[in-house]
């Protein structure tokens, strides 16, 4: 058993505090099953993807793990009918931990909660958290502005933890340019009882992102990642999102623009299944995706300096906890210095 256990672990079902995030089409079955197996807390990344869709998911991750998992879904951006049958077929699967995300939906909570279900809530503000606690949530995900993909707030991950931790009831989970063994220990630090984690999980073997995304993660550094709303289309209005930078964000500048996605022109520049692609959607490349791929939504937070190669989720999850492990081990051997002791010199 990890010395980094935590409570959250026993609520969840997993061995180490480590949460895969929700990412939606990246945090597909063969994922959520690498990192569940490995030990971690898998999520399946469901945003506004087809019932069927989801209940071959489902299907396929409860074949290939036994351990406990959550469906993601994203109430305030997805349509009331498509959301109602997403939660139905999750429900109907045996679906007993929910993940939401964006505003705080009581009457949603109410409902998967009524069912058995735990829910888990990502927020970006304190006031958001007393809403999702207030609602039902088990676990508050406590994300900074340091993520990748949506963002929604503006405080730094370990203030925001800080804070969230002192005030709340139920577990809260760290979020935001997590990516090593020493991102784990400072959040422990700040009060968290575990991490959340996208980008770092996104670059590895079984994510079902495109290649092409996963090799711009792995060359980016912290400073090419920018904090943007030009990608909006499918969200609402003026949803910020981190993404590594491109052609579309560049003549821009770095910061928000208030983009209203009614204002943007609808151009394909891609194809996913089928599916056309627009310039400015919040999609981010998939496994399937053809086109522009420069273009779009290349989700990445800024912990992407700590990764440098793709590889299984398994070996990315045991290198992240192993090195919080041995940062831990190092603290508890190491001894103040007798001489500088409590910042004093010697005589």
Sequence with gaps: ??????????????????????????????????????????????????PALIAAEVRALQAATSRPFAVNVIPSATDPALLDRQIGTCLDLGVNIFSF???????????VKDQ???VIHQIGTTRAAQEAEAAGA?????????????????????????????????????SGGIASGAGLVAALAAGAQGVHIGTAFLATAESFAHDYHKQRVIEAGADDTLRTDVFVL???????????ANSVTRPL????????????????????????????????????????????????????????AIVPAAERLRSIVSGAEAILSRLSRAKPDPVWNYGKSPG
């Design 1 to 50: 058993m990890s010395v980094l256990r935590t409570p959250v672990c026993d609520l969840l079902g997993c061995e180490v505090p480590v949460l895969l995030a929700g990412m939606g089409g990246v945090s597909r079955h063969e994922l959520a099953a690498a990192v569940a197996n490995a030990g971690g807390f898998a999520q399946l990344g469901m945003v506004r993807e087809d």
């Design 101 to 111: 995300f964006w505003d705080v939906m009581p009457d949603v909570i109410r409902r």
């Design 116 to 118: 058995g279900a735990k």
């Design 138 to 174: 088990d676990v508050l995900v406590a994300q900074g502005v340091e993520a990748g993909g949506h963002i929604h707030g503006t405080a730094p991950m370990l203030a925001l933890v800080e804070t969230v931790a002192g005030a709340a009831r139920v577990p809260v989970i760290a």
């Design 234 to 244: 499918n969200w609402p209005a003026h949803a910020a999102v981190r993404v590594i």
């Design 253 to 308: 500048g770095f910061g928000l623009m208030g983009h209203d996605p009614d204002s943007l022109p609808r151009e394909v520049i891609a194809d996913e299944g089928g599916r056309p692609i627009l310039r400015y959607s919040t999609d981010s490349p998939l496994r399937i995706t053809t086109g522009d791929l420069e273009a779009m939504a290349l989700f990445a937070g800024q912990g992407v300096d700590a990764i440098t």
